[in-house]
């Protein structure tokens, strides 16, 4: 009788304390991390029970979809963060907002945004990620490991863009772009107007793809396709759940959508497994995998057979940074050269000297390494797309433990927004007119246009930074010189302005483009 009390008392202390950290997670902790910001002056969305401030969020989105911006307003958070738009206003710039049941402060400040990516001793962490992310962009590739972790991927990485690398991509990009107009020259041809309409979005998705999977990877755009796909419906599903409350544990529940997430990342997996099998087996007795990304990554494992590995990196890892630079290869360049032909279909007299400065230092020839970087408003213009029309919108930090950023003490576990599209558009840092399309504030350099040196962040700072920034720069200076050598561009007039958050910046309607060739 005695065992049998002891246990009901041992479960019913088992219950209470369950019931207790339920408690304190979904509301006493809430209601304590307001009150604490409160007292600092950071005001924002009052916490509901469980959802926090998805549904409120879920709703603005939804309302967003019918907006259309005037075509030559850059002004553009009304449609890309609504919910920032909405309650900026309300709460300020640095307000908080819920996650579910995880707090978020939003931070515009350059200052702030230096010390929390510039911290090099792993106070602040990426914050807790929807696990389909994950599976979209690997989870234990660069992107998401931590520390010692993050340290040695990015060692094993590094030599895979160095300039010699470079170079040789360099001639990878020219020849997959110069593919792709040549067949649009054929169209227009065809067509036998004056003009062609292109649906530029879709197509600079094709090249980007192309060019990845050639420079990065060994393999054309048709081989690499499948896992590219698997990718993009990978890609639908997060946008599609980023206002759900993230339940820990729920990825293993096997849901309809669960399931079909499991199928993709099994199919994305399978053909990269495949790409990297098939380079292994196609080595010679050299030993020497070749000297683009996937090479690097499988020479630093050492194979020895399958599976068979030294501690660098193992064939697990190396599927999982093939996600990683699958995705973000070709998915922020594509959206990075959709935004800059758009730019420049508005703003036909910068066109105009884009396609004078080109002509001028490359004439008619693929543009090598000297001439690219004697294209001065070609690298301007650049920098001015990503200020404005950054493919990048936000990133995510979470201090490990109680920490002082700037003025504010920031609880342990609370989410850091790092608005990117707000710092790059301060007008105490760039001006009254940091809303227009202005390329001459970079006639100087990055460091001197604006009054901050950090107000500039698109591929972010830190020893986190981008690693592939380098080439992306290389592929659009290389795209936009080659078509502007063979192409005068203008706005369909089908064109609807509604950019929006689609992980990456996106144009929500495509981005119609008339091409005329300059050859007619």
């Known amino acids: ?32 991390v307001a009150k604490f910001f409160e007292k600092q002056g950071i005001k924002g969305v009052p916490y509901s029970f469980l959802y926090g401030s998805l549904k409120q969020m879920k709703k603005l989105q939804a309302e967003a979809t019918a907006l259309v911006l005037d ?55 990426r914050s807790r990620s929807h696990p389909s992310s994950k599976k979209l962009m690997g989870e234990k590739g660069v992107i ?84 590219f796909q698997a990718q993009k419906e990978l890609q639908k599903w997060i946008v599609a759940s980023s206002t759900d409350i993230l339940i820990p544990g729920w ?33 010679s007795k050299s030993c020497h995998y070749g000297d683009d990304l996937l090479g690097v990554m499988i020479q630093s494992s050492e194979v020895t057979g399958q599976d068979k590995v030294s501690p660098k990196f193992m064939i697990n890892e190396i599927i999982e940074n093939c996600k990683a630079f699958f995705f973000a290869g070709h998915e922020t360049t594509a959206n990075f050269l959709t935004w800059t032909f758009f730019i420049l279909s508005l703003h036909q007299e910068w066109q105009q000297k884009l396609r004078e400065e080109v002509l001028s230092e490359c004439g008619m020839e693929i543009p090598d390494s000297d001439m690219l970087s004697k294209l001065k408003l070609v690298n301007m213009v ?59 504030r970079f006639a100087n350099g990055i460091s001197k246009a604006a009054k901050h040196p950090n107000a500039f962040i698109p591929f972010s700072v830190g020893p986190r930074n981008c690693i592939g920034q380098t080439f992306a720069l290389l592929e659009a200076k290389m795209v936009v010189s080659l078509f502007l050598q063979r192409f005068s561009f203008s706005l369909s007039p089908r064109y609807k302005h509604a950019p929006i958050n689609y992980i990456t910046l996106h144009p929500r309607y495509g981005m119609p483009i008339l091409i005329k060739p300059l050859s007619h």
């Open 251 to 283: 990825q293993y529940v096997p849901t309809p959508s669960n399931i079909r997430t499991w199928k993709l990342d099994r199919k994305l997996r399978n053909k990269l497994r495949s790409i990297v099998e098939t380079r292994i087996s196609q080595v």
């Open 71 to 125: 075509t030559n307003s850059n002004d553009i958070i009304p449609t890309v963060f609504p919910h920032y738009h909405k309650w900026s206003k309300d709460y300020g710039e640095n307000m908080l907002y819920w996650n579910g049941v995880d707090p978020r402060i939003t931070i515009t400040d350059p200052e702030m945004a230096k010390q929390i990516l510039s911290n090099k001793f792993g106070f602040y962490k």
């Open 382 to 440: 650049l920098l001015e797309v990503l200020r404005l029309y950054n493919p990048v919108i936000r990133l995510f930090r979470t201090p490990m433990e109680d920490i002082k950023l700037g003025k504010l003490i920031i609880p342990k576990g609370t989410s850091l927004e790092i608005s990117i599209h707000q710092v790059h558009r301060k007008k105490e840092y760039w001006g009254n007119d940091a809303n227009n399309f202005n390329p001459m």
């Open 144 to 227: 998401f490991v931590e520390g010692e972790e993050w340290v040695r991927h990015r060692r094993i990485l590094n030599p895979a863009f160095s300039l010699d690398k470079l170079k040789m991509m360099k001639t990878k990009i020219a020849e997959c772009t110069i593919s792709l107009l040549r067949e649009w020259e054929k169209q227009a041809l065809k067509a036998g107007k004056e003009s062609i309409q292109i649906e530029m979005n879709g197509e600079f998705i094709k090249l980007t793809s192309d060019v990845i999977a050639h420079s990065a990877f060994g393999s054309s755009y048709v081989e690499a396709q499948e896992a």
């Open 1 to 32: 009788m005695g065992y049998i009390v002891g246990f009901i008392v041992a479960l019913f202390a088992v219950l209470f304390t369950s019931i207790w950290r339920l408690c304190k997670i979904l509301v006493w902790r809430p209601y304590a």
